[in-house]
Protein backbone atom coordinates (compact mmCIF):
# COMPACT_ATOMS: atom_id res chain seq x y z
CA UNK A 1 0.00 0.00 0.00
CA UNK A 2 1.02 3.96 -0.72
CA UNK A 3 0.84 6.32 0.97
CA UNK A 4 0.42 9.87 -0.31
CA UNK A 5 1.62 12.96 0.37
CA UNK A 6 0.45 16.44 -0.46
CA UNK A 7 1.37 19.91 -0.60
CA UNK A 8 -0.83 20.90 2.41
CA UNK A 9 -1.33 24.34 0.49
CA UNK A 10 -2.92 23.28 -2.74
CA UNK A 11 -3.61 19.69 -2.48
CA UNK A 12 -1.38 18.63 -5.46
CA UNK A 13 -0.05 15.22 -4.58
CA UNK A 14 3.93 15.78 -4.42
CA UNK A 15 5.08 12.17 -3.65
CA UNK A 16 3.92 8.69 -2.30
CA UNK A 17 5.82 6.32 0.25
CA UNK A 18 5.54 2.36 0.81
CA UNK A 19 3.34 0.98 3.86
CA UNK A 20 5.64 -0.92 5.65
CA UNK A 21 3.96 -4.42 6.67
CA UNK A 22 5.44 -6.73 9.84
CA UNK A 23 7.91 -8.28 7.34
CA UNK A 24 9.50 -5.13 6.56
CA UNK A 25 9.54 -3.53 9.70
CA UNK A 26 11.42 -6.79 10.38
CA UNK A 27 13.78 -6.94 7.60
CA UNK A 28 14.38 -3.09 8.50
CA UNK A 29 15.40 -4.38 12.29
CA UNK A 30 17.39 -7.12 10.96
CA UNK A 31 19.38 -4.67 9.17
CA UNK A 32 19.64 -2.25 12.05
CA UNK A 33 20.71 -5.61 14.04
CA UNK A 34 23.15 -6.66 11.72
CA UNK A 35 24.93 -3.51 11.52
CA UNK A 36 24.88 -2.94 15.81
CA UNK A 37 28.13 -4.89 16.44
CA UNK A 38 30.37 -3.02 13.83
CA UNK A 39 29.19 0.46 14.44
CA UNK A 40 28.76 0.21 17.92
CA UNK A 41 32.79 -1.22 17.86
CA UNK A 42 34.17 1.51 15.78
CA UNK A 43 35.75 4.01 17.85
CA UNK A 44 33.27 7.26 19.25
CA UNK A 45 35.62 10.10 17.80
CA UNK A 46 35.23 8.03 14.56
CA UNK A 47 31.54 7.81 14.93
CA UNK A 48 31.06 11.88 15.16
CA UNK A 49 33.32 12.13 12.20
CA UNK A 50 30.68 10.93 9.52
CA UNK A 51 28.48 13.17 11.89
CA UNK A 52 30.34 16.22 11.32
CA UNK A 53 29.88 15.37 7.75
CA UNK A 54 26.19 14.92 8.03
CA UNK A 55 26.04 18.31 9.94
CA UNK A 56 27.75 19.95 6.82
CA UNK A 57 25.95 18.00 4.24
CA UNK A 58 22.51 19.00 5.99
CA UNK A 59 23.86 22.76 6.09
CA UNK A 60 24.52 22.34 1.87
CA UNK A 61 20.79 20.92 1.24
CA UNK A 62 19.32 23.24 4.15
CA UNK A 63 17.16 25.33 1.30
CA UNK A 64 15.41 21.82 -0.38
CA UNK A 65 14.68 20.34 3.32
CA UNK A 66 13.49 23.85 4.39
CA UNK A 67 10.86 23.63 1.11
CA UNK A 68 10.33 19.91 1.59
CA UNK A 69 9.03 21.16 5.45
CA UNK A 70 7.23 23.99 3.84
CA UNK A 71 5.53 21.86 1.25
CA UNK A 72 4.34 18.91 2.88
CA UNK A 73 3.70 20.42 6.51
CA UNK A 74 1.79 23.75 5.05
CA UNK A 75 4.56 26.03 7.45
CA UNK A 76 6.30 28.90 6.28
CA UNK A 77 9.77 28.54 4.54
CA UNK A 78 11.39 30.98 6.97
CA UNK A 79 9.32 28.71 9.85
CA UNK A 80 10.73 25.36 8.76
CA UNK A 81 14.13 27.00 7.70
CA UNK A 82 14.17 28.11 11.31
CA UNK A 83 13.22 24.09 12.45
CA UNK A 84 16.04 23.19 9.72
CA UNK A 85 18.34 25.18 11.36
CA UNK A 86 17.34 23.82 15.19
CA UNK A 87 17.85 20.04 13.41
CA UNK A 88 21.24 20.45 12.10
CA UNK A 89 22.05 22.05 15.59
CA UNK A 90 20.86 18.77 17.04
CA UNK A 91 23.45 16.91 14.76
CA UNK A 92 25.92 19.19 15.84
CA UNK A 93 25.30 18.53 19.45
CA UNK A 94 25.77 14.70 18.73
CA UNK A 95 29.04 15.67 17.40
CA UNK A 96 30.45 16.10 20.69
CA UNK A 97 29.41 12.69 21.98
CA UNK A 98 33.00 11.90 22.48
CA UNK A 99 32.77 14.00 25.97
CA UNK A 100 28.94 13.60 26.26
CA UNK A 101 29.77 9.88 26.79
CA UNK A 102 32.36 10.24 29.29
CA UNK A 103 32.03 8.63 32.22
CA UNK A 104 32.74 9.07 36.14
CA UNK A 105 35.94 7.97 37.90
CA UNK A 106 36.70 7.90 41.71
CA UNK A 107 39.90 6.15 42.76
CA UNK A 108 40.42 4.66 46.14
CA UNK A 109 36.64 4.28 47.32
CA UNK A 110 37.68 1.91 49.63
CA UNK A 111 41.19 0.49 50.51
CA UNK A 112 42.79 -0.55 47.12
CA UNK A 113 39.47 -0.29 45.48
CA UNK A 114 38.85 2.23 42.45
CA UNK A 115 35.65 2.55 40.69
CA UNK A 116 34.49 4.24 36.75
CA UNK A 117 31.15 4.29 35.52
CA UNK A 118 31.12 4.03 31.76
CA UNK A 119 28.34 4.31 28.95
CA UNK A 120 27.49 1.83 26.46
CA UNK A 121 24.84 1.77 23.77
CA UNK A 122 22.04 0.20 23.79
CA UNK A 123 21.55 -1.67 20.37
CA UNK A 124 18.63 -1.02 17.58
CA UNK A 125 16.48 2.09 18.88
CA UNK A 126 13.52 3.39 16.95
CA UNK A 127 12.21 6.65 16.53
CA UNK A 128 8.24 7.57 16.11
CA UNK A 129 7.67 11.44 15.00
CA UNK A 130 4.65 13.67 14.30
CA UNK A 131 3.84 16.13 11.26
CA UNK A 132 4.43 19.23 12.69
CA UNK A 133 8.34 19.30 12.44
CA UNK A 134 9.66 17.03 9.76
CA UNK A 135 13.08 17.77 9.73
CA UNK A 136 13.53 18.67 13.56
CA UNK A 137 12.27 15.56 15.02
CA UNK A 138 13.95 13.54 13.36
CA UNK A 139 17.08 15.10 13.89
CA UNK A 140 16.27 15.49 18.08
CA UNK A 141 16.44 11.36 17.75
CA UNK A 142 18.84 9.48 15.70
CA UNK A 143 21.96 11.42 15.07
CA UNK A 144 22.43 11.38 19.02
CA UNK A 145 21.30 7.62 19.46
CA UNK A 146 23.70 6.75 16.41
CA UNK A 147 26.67 8.43 17.56
CA UNK A 148 26.53 7.53 21.08
CA UNK A 149 27.24 3.70 18.76
CA UNK A 150 23.17 2.46 18.17
CA UNK A 151 21.69 1.55 15.05
CA UNK A 152 17.99 3.54 14.13
CA UNK A 153 14.88 2.47 12.86
CA UNK A 154 13.08 5.64 11.63
CA UNK A 155 9.04 6.08 11.34
CA UNK A 156 8.15 9.94 10.37
CA UNK A 157 4.42 10.98 10.28
CA UNK A 158 2.51 9.41 7.41
CA UNK A 159 1.47 12.97 6.86
CA UNK A 160 5.35 14.19 6.48
CA UNK A 161 7.26 11.68 5.44
CA UNK A 162 9.39 13.34 2.71
CA UNK A 163 11.69 15.36 4.48
CA UNK A 164 13.21 11.70 6.26
CA UNK A 165 13.35 10.35 3.27
CA UNK A 166 15.68 13.60 1.94
CA UNK A 167 17.43 13.42 5.94
CA UNK A 168 18.30 9.62 4.77
CA UNK A 169 19.17 10.63 1.56
CA UNK A 170 21.66 12.68 2.80
CA UNK A 171 22.93 10.49 5.70
CA UNK A 172 23.86 8.07 2.29
CA UNK A 173 26.66 10.35 1.18
CA UNK A 174 28.31 10.46 5.04
CA UNK A 175 29.64 7.04 5.07
CA UNK A 176 27.78 5.37 7.88
CA UNK A 177 27.94 1.74 6.95
CA UNK A 178 24.69 -0.08 5.40
CA UNK A 179 21.91 -0.73 8.51
CA UNK A 180 22.89 1.68 10.77
CA UNK A 181 20.10 4.39 9.88
CA UNK A 182 16.66 2.55 8.45
CA UNK A 183 13.50 4.09 7.43
CA UNK A 184 10.06 2.48 7.34
CA UNK A 185 6.78 4.30 6.85
CA UNK A 186 3.53 3.27 7.85
CA UNK A 187 0.60 4.23 10.70
CA UNK A 188 -0.07 2.55 13.89
CA UNK A 189 0.09 -1.14 12.89
CA UNK A 190 4.02 -0.03 11.33
CA UNK A 191 4.57 1.39 15.12
CA UNK A 192 3.62 -1.81 16.71
CA UNK A 193 5.11 -3.69 15.00
CA UNK A 194 8.43 -1.89 15.94
CA UNK A 195 7.44 -2.02 19.39
CA UNK A 196 6.87 -5.79 19.47
CA UNK A 197 10.39 -6.38 17.75
CA UNK A 198 12.45 -8.42 20.48
CA UNK A 199 15.80 -6.89 19.09
CA UNK A 200 14.54 -3.01 19.04
CA UNK A 201 15.93 -1.82 22.69
CA UNK A 202 14.80 1.53 22.52
CA UNK A 203 11.64 3.45 21.59
CA UNK A 204 11.57 7.16 21.02
CA UNK A 205 7.91 9.07 20.58
CA UNK A 206 7.16 12.26 20.44
CA UNK A 207 3.02 12.94 19.06
CA UNK A 208 -0.04 13.66 20.42
CA UNK A 209 -1.16 12.50 24.50
CA UNK A 210 -3.14 9.36 24.09
CA UNK A 211 -1.03 7.63 21.77
CA UNK A 212 2.11 8.55 23.72
CA UNK A 213 0.51 7.28 26.41
CA UNK A 214 -0.63 3.81 24.55
CA UNK A 215 3.12 3.57 23.02
CA UNK A 216 4.85 3.42 26.86
CA UNK A 217 2.22 1.04 27.69
CA UNK A 218 2.76 -1.37 24.76
CA UNK A 219 6.85 -0.65 25.50
CA UNK A 220 6.84 -1.10 29.06
CA UNK A 221 5.15 -4.60 28.36
CA UNK A 222 7.92 -5.69 26.08
CA UNK A 223 10.57 -3.97 29.12
CA UNK A 224 11.84 -1.82 26.86
CA UNK A 225 13.42 1.74 27.44
CA UNK A 226 10.94 4.50 25.91
CA UNK A 227 10.43 8.01 25.49
CA UNK A 228 6.87 8.79 24.85
CA UNK A 229 6.51 13.02 24.48
CA UNK A 230 2.72 14.10 24.21
CA UNK A 231 0.90 16.50 23.65
CA UNK A 232 0.21 20.38 25.30
CA UNK A 233 -1.48 22.98 25.92
CA UNK A 234 0.45 26.00 27.06
CA UNK A 235 -0.63 28.87 29.08
CA UNK A 236 0.61 32.47 28.41
CA UNK A 237 0.55 35.32 31.49
CA UNK A 238 0.96 38.56 30.69
CA UNK A 239 1.16 40.94 33.85
CA UNK A 240 -0.74 44.40 33.75
CA UNK A 241 3.20 46.18 33.45
CA UNK A 242 4.30 44.02 29.91
CA UNK A 243 0.77 44.78 28.51
CA UNK A 244 2.28 46.42 25.46
CA UNK A 245 3.46 46.02 21.32
CA UNK A 246 6.14 43.62 21.76
CA UNK A 247 4.31 41.29 24.33
CA UNK A 248 1.05 41.35 21.48
CA UNK A 249 3.91 40.29 18.85
CA UNK A 250 4.73 37.97 20.84
CA UNK A 251 1.43 36.46 21.42
CA UNK A 252 0.41 36.51 18.14
CA UNK A 253 3.88 33.91 16.68
CA UNK A 254 2.96 32.26 19.72
CA UNK A 255 -0.48 31.75 18.89
CA UNK A 256 -0.64 31.40 15.24
CA UNK A 257 3.52 30.41 14.63
CA UNK A 258 2.53 27.36 12.34
CA UNK A 259 -0.66 27.95 12.25
CA UNK A 260 -1.13 26.99 15.85
CA UNK A 261 0.14 23.44 15.56
CA UNK A 262 3.22 23.37 17.64
CA UNK A 263 3.89 21.73 20.90
CA UNK A 264 4.87 24.87 22.20
CA UNK A 265 2.24 26.87 21.11
CA UNK A 266 0.82 29.72 23.29
CA UNK A 267 -2.85 29.18 22.86
CA UNK A 268 -4.21 30.34 26.13
CA UNK A 269 -3.60 34.07 26.89
CA UNK A 270 -4.06 34.46 30.85
CA UNK A 271 -4.11 38.18 31.59
CA UNK A 272 -3.71 39.47 34.74
CA UNK A 273 -5.79 42.55 36.02
CA UNK A 274 -5.97 45.13 33.42
CA UNK A 275 -3.78 43.46 30.99
CA UNK A 276 -6.84 41.61 28.86
CA UNK A 277 -8.27 45.35 27.95
CA UNK A 278 -4.86 46.67 26.87
CA UNK A 279 -3.95 43.46 24.92
CA UNK A 280 -7.41 41.84 23.40
CA UNK A 281 -7.69 44.96 20.72
CA UNK A 282 -4.18 45.20 20.03
CA UNK A 283 -4.21 41.13 18.97
CA UNK A 284 -7.52 41.22 17.20
CA UNK A 285 -5.53 43.83 14.56
CA UNK A 286 -2.63 42.09 14.63
CA UNK A 287 -3.81 38.49 14.32
CA UNK A 288 -6.63 40.41 11.58
CA UNK A 289 -3.90 41.55 9.50
CA UNK A 290 -1.92 37.80 9.34
CA UNK A 291 -1.70 37.00 5.48
CA UNK A 292 -2.35 33.34 4.88
CA UNK A 293 -1.37 31.66 1.66
CA UNK A 294 1.46 28.64 0.59
CA UNK A 295 4.31 28.54 2.72
CA UNK A 296 6.82 28.96 0.31
CA UNK A 297 5.25 32.48 -0.93
CA UNK A 298 7.38 34.95 0.76
CA UNK A 299 4.13 37.27 1.86
CA UNK A 300 3.01 34.26 3.57
CA UNK A 301 2.55 34.88 7.32
CA UNK A 302 0.28 31.62 8.42
CA UNK A 303 0.25 28.48 6.12
CA UNK A 304 -2.61 25.75 5.97
CA UNK A 305 -3.45 23.62 8.99
CA UNK A 306 -2.20 20.17 8.15
CA UNK A 307 -5.56 18.24 6.81
CA UNK A 308 -9.14 18.55 6.51
CA UNK A 309 -9.73 16.16 9.56
CA UNK A 310 -7.65 18.83 11.61
CA UNK A 311 -9.56 21.65 9.68
CA UNK A 312 -13.04 19.72 10.73
CA UNK A 313 -11.72 19.31 14.49
CA UNK A 314 -11.06 22.88 14.87
CA UNK A 315 -14.25 23.74 13.70
CA UNK A 316 -16.12 21.51 15.79
CA UNK A 317 -14.41 23.40 18.63
CA UNK A 318 -15.33 26.90 17.60
CA UNK A 319 -18.22 26.33 16.60
CA UNK A 320 -19.41 24.22 20.27
CA UNK A 321 -17.57 27.34 21.93
CA UNK A 322 -19.66 29.85 20.12
CA UNK A 323 -23.14 27.68 20.70
CA UNK A 324 -22.54 27.52 24.68
CA UNK A 325 -21.83 31.70 24.78
CA UNK A 326 -18.42 31.89 24.50
CA UNK A 327 -17.54 35.38 22.87
CA UNK A 328 -15.59 35.41 19.33
CA UNK A 329 -13.84 38.43 18.82
CA UNK A 330 -12.55 37.90 15.56
CA UNK A 331 -13.12 34.65 13.18
CA UNK A 332 -12.63 34.02 9.95
CA UNK A 333 -11.53 36.29 7.65
CA UNK A 334 -10.21 36.01 4.18
CA UNK A 335 -9.00 32.51 3.09
CA UNK A 336 -7.50 31.20 0.11
CA UNK A 337 -9.72 28.20 -1.91
CA UNK A 338 -7.66 25.52 -2.26
CA UNK A 339 -5.80 23.53 0.94
CA UNK A 340 -7.22 23.20 4.13
CA UNK A 341 -6.81 27.03 5.77
CA UNK A 342 -8.00 27.90 8.95
CA UNK A 343 -8.44 31.55 9.86
CA UNK A 344 -6.79 33.26 12.93
CA UNK A 345 -9.39 32.74 15.76
CA UNK A 346 -9.72 34.72 19.05
CA UNK A 347 -12.00 34.40 22.20
CA UNK A 348 -12.34 36.41 25.24
CA UNK A 349 -13.35 36.19 28.54
CA UNK A 350 -12.77 32.13 28.11
CA UNK A 351 -14.15 30.09 31.02
CA UNK A 352 -10.70 28.61 32.41
CA UNK A 353 -12.56 25.09 32.64
CA UNK A 354 -13.78 25.07 29.34
CA UNK A 355 -12.42 22.66 26.61
CA UNK A 356 -11.35 26.14 24.87
CA UNK A 357 -8.26 26.78 27.59
CA UNK A 358 -8.14 22.80 28.33
CA UNK A 359 -7.79 20.62 25.10
CA UNK A 360 -5.13 20.82 22.68
CA UNK A 361 -6.59 22.44 20.19
CA UNK A 362 -3.79 22.33 17.61
CA UNK A 363 -4.97 25.02 15.14
CA UNK A 364 -4.77 28.88 15.37
CA UNK A 365 -7.29 29.64 18.04
CA UNK A 366 -6.27 31.91 20.50
CA UNK A 367 -8.24 31.73 23.86
CA UNK A 368 -8.17 34.79 26.53
CA UNK A 369 -8.69 34.11 30.42
CA UNK A 370 -9.07 37.18 32.50
CA UNK A 371 -7.93 36.85 35.88
CA UNK A 372 -7.42 39.47 39.06
CA UNK A 373 -3.77 38.37 40.56
CA UNK A 374 -0.56 35.92 39.39
CA UNK A 375 -1.69 33.42 41.76
CA UNK A 376 -4.67 32.66 40.02
CA UNK A 377 -2.86 32.71 36.79
CA UNK A 378 -0.89 30.06 38.08
CA UNK A 379 -3.10 28.10 39.53
CA UNK A 380 -5.38 28.32 36.24
CA UNK A 381 -2.59 27.22 34.02
CA UNK A 382 -1.63 24.34 37.06
CA UNK A 383 -4.93 23.09 36.71
CA UNK A 384 -3.97 22.02 33.08
CA UNK A 385 -3.45 18.16 32.95
CA UNK A 386 -0.69 18.99 30.38
CA UNK A 387 2.55 20.36 31.45
CA UNK A 388 4.41 21.20 28.44
CA UNK A 389 5.68 25.20 28.66
CA UNK A 390 4.35 28.28 29.94
CA UNK A 391 5.73 31.95 29.63
CA UNK A 392 5.39 35.05 31.53
CA UNK A 393 5.08 38.34 30.14
CA UNK A 394 6.23 41.25 32.73
CA UNK A 395 8.70 43.66 34.25
CA UNK A 396 8.70 42.28 37.78
CA UNK A 397 11.49 40.11 38.61
CA UNK A 398 9.64 39.00 41.84
CA UNK A 399 6.33 37.83 39.59
CA UNK A 400 8.90 36.40 37.13
CA UNK A 401 10.69 34.63 39.65
CA UNK A 402 7.57 33.15 41.60
CA UNK A 403 6.20 32.11 38.23
CA UNK A 404 9.30 30.31 37.36
CA UNK A 405 9.49 28.25 40.60
CA UNK A 406 5.69 27.40 40.92
CA UNK A 407 4.57 26.43 37.24
CA UNK A 408 3.82 23.02 36.70
CA UNK A 409 5.63 22.49 33.18
CA UNK A 410 9.15 21.74 31.66
CA UNK A 411 10.05 24.57 29.76
CA UNK A 412 9.71 27.99 31.04
CA UNK A 413 9.43 31.23 29.33
CA UNK A 414 10.57 34.84 30.74
CA UNK A 415 9.47 37.59 28.24
CA UNK A 416 10.04 34.69 25.27
CA UNK A 417 6.48 33.72 23.82
CA UNK A 418 8.26 30.11 22.74
CA UNK A 419 10.41 29.10 25.16
CA UNK A 420 12.36 26.38 23.24
CA UNK A 421 15.25 24.50 24.89
CA UNK A 422 18.48 24.79 22.08
CA UNK A 423 20.03 21.06 21.24
CA UNK A 424 21.94 20.97 24.62
CA UNK A 425 19.22 21.35 27.06
CA UNK A 426 16.57 18.97 27.65
CA UNK A 427 13.23 18.87 25.55
CA UNK A 428 9.94 18.31 27.05
CA UNK A 429 7.38 18.39 29.96
CA UNK A 430 5.80 17.07 32.82
CA UNK A 431 2.26 15.70 33.49
CA UNK A 432 0.21 14.27 30.31
CA UNK A 433 3.17 16.08 28.06
CA UNK A 434 5.47 13.19 28.93
CA UNK A 435 5.51 9.64 29.36
CA UNK A 436 8.48 8.32 30.73
CA UNK A 437 11.28 9.90 32.16
CA UNK A 438 13.90 10.99 30.05
CA UNK A 439 13.60 14.25 27.58
CA UNK A 440 14.39 14.19 23.76
CA UNK A 441 18.01 16.31 23.38
CA UNK A 442 20.37 17.17 25.87
CA UNK A 443 21.63 15.22 28.31
CA UNK A 444 18.46 13.41 28.56
CA UNK A 445 18.93 12.49 25.26
CA UNK A 446 22.23 11.10 26.06
CA UNK A 447 21.17 9.17 28.99
CA UNK A 448 18.10 7.15 27.23
CA UNK A 449 20.26 6.07 24.47
CA UNK A 450 23.38 4.62 26.81
CA UNK A 451 23.13 2.27 29.64
CA UNK A 452 25.39 2.49 32.02
CA UNK A 453 27.64 0.49 33.45
CA UNK A 454 30.03 0.82 37.01
CA UNK A 455 32.83 -0.87 37.35
CA UNK A 456 34.66 -1.51 40.85
CA UNK A 457 38.35 -3.13 40.67
CA UNK A 458 41.04 -3.99 42.93
CA UNK A 459 44.47 -5.19 41.75
CA UNK A 460 46.52 -7.48 43.72
CA UNK A 461 49.85 -5.56 44.89
P1 LIG B 1 0.03 11.66 16.40
O1 LIG B 1 0.03 11.19 17.81
O2 LIG B 1 -1.21 11.53 15.62
O3 LIG B 1 1.16 10.87 15.56
C1 LIG B 1 2.49 10.81 15.99
C2 LIG B 1 3.12 9.53 15.44
O4 LIG B 1 2.45 8.40 15.99
C3 LIG B 1 3.00 9.40 13.93
O5 LIG B 1 4.21 8.87 13.42
C4 LIG B 1 1.83 8.43 13.75
O6 LIG B 1 1.92 7.67 12.56
C5 LIG B 1 1.96 7.54 14.96
N1 LIG B 1 0.68 7.01 15.42
C6 LIG B 1 -0.55 7.55 15.26
N2 LIG B 1 -1.49 6.79 15.86
C7 LIG B 1 -0.85 5.74 16.41
C8 LIG B 1 -1.28 4.63 17.20
N3 LIG B 1 -2.55 4.42 17.50
N4 LIG B 1 -0.32 3.76 17.61
C9 LIG B 1 0.97 3.95 17.33
N5 LIG B 1 1.43 5.00 16.60
C10 LIG B 1 0.54 5.88 16.15
O7 LIG B 1 0.56 13.17 16.43
P2 LIG B 1 0.62 14.22 15.22
O8 LIG B 1 -0.76 14.66 14.90
O9 LIG B 1 1.51 13.73 14.14
O10 LIG B 1 1.42 15.41 15.94
C11 LIG B 1 0.79 16.37 16.75
C12 LIG B 1 0.91 16.03 18.22
O11 LIG B 1 2.28 15.88 18.58
C13 LIG B 1 0.37 17.13 19.11
O12 LIG B 1 -0.34 16.53 20.17
C14 LIG B 1 1.62 17.82 19.61
O13 LIG B 1 1.48 18.51 20.85
C15 LIG B 1 2.55 16.66 19.75
N6 LIG B 1 3.94 17.10 19.77
C16 LIG B 1 4.57 17.09 20.97
C17 LIG B 1 5.88 17.53 21.06
C18 LIG B 1 6.58 17.55 22.37
O14 LIG B 1 7.74 17.89 22.41
N7 LIG B 1 5.91 17.20 23.47
C19 LIG B 1 6.54 17.99 19.91
C20 LIG B 1 5.85 17.97 18.70
C21 LIG B 1 4.54 17.52 18.63
Request: proline share 5%; charged share 20%.
Amino acid sequence: MQLTVRDKATGERIGSVAVARRDDVARAVDRAAQAFPGWSQIPVVERTRRLFRYADALERYREELALSVSRENGKTLDDARAEVRRGIEAVEFACGMPSLMMGDALPDVARGIDSISLRYPLGVCAGITPFNFPAMIPLWMFPLAIAAGNTFVLKPSPQTPLTSEMLCEVARGCDFPAGVLNLVHGEAATVEALIDDPRVAAISFVGSSGVARAVQERALRAHKRVQALGGAKNYVIVMPDAANDATCSAVIGAAFGGAGQRCLAGSVLVAVGSAGDVLAPMLIDAAAKLRLGRGADSATEMGPVVSAEALARIRGYVERARAAGAEMLLGGGEIPNEGTFAAPIIFDRVDPESELARDEIFGPVLAIVRTESLDEAIAIANRSRYGNASSIFTRDGGAARAFASRIEVGMVGINVGIAAPMAFFPFGGVKESIFGDLRCHGKDAVAFYTQQRVVVSRWPS
